[in-house]
């Protein structure tokens, strides 16, 4: 059993993202723009564009794309750091503060679709299990990287 676990999570996340892309296709978004946007509102306006990268698990460079269709589509604007110019903070537009509305009940009834049947006693102790696998990594790559 635990060796089919890494197998187990790579493939919950796959379906959970389907799910959610289901869920988002009537507000064409694609999986990359949905993700940029839950993680900003999750990570919270005024991040770099880095800490976002970092947030989401990708490379920067990977993100800007992303960005800059974002921002073509009046969703963020990037505004200059006050302590450090060089540095690009993320921010929602008011369009994209109302597109956000309509992402979070989408993702909200992915949410309840994944989770069926689960009891709210089950969903809270999935929550603690997956939180300390993230934490059990987080913690081995700190060490690996002092």
Known sequence: MENNIGWHLSRAAYAWRQAVDHFMS????TQ????????LDRTGEGCSQKELAED???EQPSLLRTLNLLEEADLIERKPCAEDARIKT???TPKGRQLMEAVEER???ARLQ????FDENE???LYLLLSRVIDNANNFFSKEVQ
Request: with cysteine.
């Open 26 to 29: 009537d507000l064409n978004l």
């Open 32 to 39: 990359t723009r949905w993700v940029a946007l839950l993680h």
């Open 56 to 58: 989401i698990g990708v």
């Open 90 to 92: 993320l921010w929602f």
């Open 107 to 109: 993702a909200k009834a």
């Open 114 to 117: 994944m989770l069926n049947g």
């Open 123 to 125: 969903c809270k102790q």
